[in-house]
């Protein structure tokens, strides 16, 4: 798997002639846990929407595995690069009814066995099946879509703060679940993630490598500890440095 | 009815416009506008009609339908303009449906081939499923905003556009169909359809107006089904970018 991002640009929604980002140029590999911070409304939640093309992108161009994303099939791209949002949507329906979405959307035998490993895993493991999603709290829903996206075995997931609504118990049976997956395979192609976080501790927890937006591009991609201990822009050092006082504020 | 008579109907005018300037509505200019179409709309299709039940030729009776779909496609599609393509599609669906219910009322001799039932019967089968496809419209306008994210889930997990739009397109469906079926259910004891009280005011005997407005009811029950399959089948694509993208949300309209 080889995802391409060159010269990527987007404009606002509301004016057509202010660029949101522009000349991001990327590549995300095999093995890859990317983090991806930056500040609010620098469009990071955009950029992993336009890789999952679920938002159109007004310059650049996109490939994955060197095929450009205006000659491929869309469902067979989300299929390999699936995005995760963070507001979870339940299906109406039971628990049981949304872990079936994939199977029942693509005619393939549901995986009761991977469903129940992974519930488990991210601390639903006594959760009814036939318990209406809508009835779950709003931690609970972000878990059980995120297990309902893993169900896809994906090769590239994007994760939109997947954990903000959760306690720390529960965040961190979630980035164990996800390094646990990210190091296997998916039809024998290994797999990678991209994961947006506010989340200092996690970002160095969960990743090897820092993409850092700010002022409309993509300013920094660093290995994790070189961006943490030595950031080479000035608008990082800030970023993780009000980060950092956010933290030591909220303990 | 006399011209006399007519031209006394105008009073029933002025009461609204009177309510209208008393209680400051400043629906007047509407009002006047409304009452002068109405009136010169009718006289001409009036006149039209004369025309055609005189001549009874085959092409006039197909120019008559054809500009009813055209207008009625043009009026339904209002309600969803910025989704490209719906008009023609609204067409095609009245068309379908209006070709199927005539070839049904024509091939089992329910009525008889002449402009007299087919012209009259064709306006109630457009003009109800014109109806149907704006409610249709509506709903599904609804939908893209109240189940985006449902949608937007389903293709993030490699969803066909109509695997996404599913149980969108089945809610709009139902709803623009449910007025119709209610209609059914209340038809006799609260309203009194036009079209037999328009028998009933020209001397028929009710009953036989009644046969035709229970033939009139199941015509429209067929043609709100058939239209809203067919106008749901044919433009669910529509609400999709062409790389099965939802189509972004339209800024809300000006009240």
């Known amino acids: 798997m080889q995802l391409k991002l060159n010269d990527i640009s987007k404009s606002k929604f509301d004016s057509q002639n202010q660029w949101l980002f522009r000349g991001i140029t990327a590549e995300i590999g095999p093995n890859d846990r990317i983090a991806l911070i930056g500040g609010s409304g620098q469009g990071k939640s955009t950029l992993l929407r336009i890789l999952s093309l679920l938002e159109p992108f007004d310059g650049g161009i996109l490939q994955l595995d060197g095929q450009s994303s205006s000659a491929s099939n869309p469902q067979s791209w989300r299929k390999k690069v699936t995005y995760v949002a963070q507001k979870p949507v339940m299906r109406s329906g039971s628990v049981g009814f949304n872990l079936r979405t994939v199977s029942e959307l693509h005619n393939l035998p549901f995986q009761e066995e991977l469903a129940r490993r992974y519930m488990e895993a991210v601390g639903l493991g006594q959760t009814d099946w036939n318990k209406q999603a809508a009835d779950l709290s709003g931690g609970e829903q972000q878990r059980l879509a995120l297990v309902r996206s893993l169900m896809l075995d994906s090769q590239l997931l994007l994760l939109d703060e997947i954990t903000s609504s959760l306690d720390p118990g529960s965040k961190q049976s979630v980035e164990k679940l996800l390094l646990e997956w990210v190091s296997g395979t998916a039809n024998g192609a290994n797999k990678a993630y991209v994961w947006i976080t506010h989340d200092l501790e996690q970002a160095r927890a969960i990743c090897n490598q820092v993409w850092f937006m700010a002022e409309g591009c993509l300013l920094e991609k660093a290995e994790t500890e070189g961006f943490f201990s030595n950031p080479a822009t000035e608008q990082a050092r800030q970023f993780i440095a009000g980060l950092q006082e956010e933290r030591v504020e909220k303990q | ?255």
């Open chain 2, 1 to 255: 009815m006399s011209n006399m008579a007519l031209i006394c109907t105008v009073c029933f005018v002025a009461v609204a416009a009177f309510i209208s300037m008393k209680q400051k509505l400043g629906l007047e200019k509407e009002i006047l506008i409304g009452t002068f179409r109405s009136a010169v709309q009718l006289l001409f299709i009036g006149y039209v009609l004369h025309f055609v039940f005189e001549t009874s030729h085959p092409a006039f009776i197909v120019i008559i339908i054809l500009c009813m779909i055209l207008v009625a496609a043009w009026n339904a599609g209002a309600k969803a303009k910025h989704v490209r393509g719906i008009r023609s599609r609204i067409a095609i669906a009245l068309a379908c449906t209006e070709g199927v219910t005539m070839a049904i009322l024509l091939g089992f001799r329910i009525i008889s081939p002449t402009p007299q039932y087919i012209i009259p019967v064709s306006g109630i089968i457009v003009g109800s499923s014109m109806i149907v496809c704006g409610l249709l419209l509506n709903h599904m306008k609804r939908e893209m905003e109240t189940a985006r994210g449902e949608m937007e889930m389903l293709l993030a997990l490699g969803a066909t556009e109509k695997q996404a739009i599913h149980s969108s397109l089945r809610r709009s469906v139902r709803a623009s169909m449910i007025p119709t079926i209610d209609g059914m259910k209340t038809v006799g004891l609260v309203q009194l359809p036009g079209m037999m009280t328009g028998m009933i005011v020209a001397g028929a005997d009710p009953v036989e107006a009644v046969r035709y407005q229970i033939l009139i009811m199941f015509v429209l029950a067929s043609s709100a089904a058939m239209t809203a399959m067919v106008l749901s089948l044919i433009s669910y694509r529509l609400w999709f970018a062409k790389d099965a993208r939802l189509l972004p949300l339209q800024p809300a309209e000006k009240p």
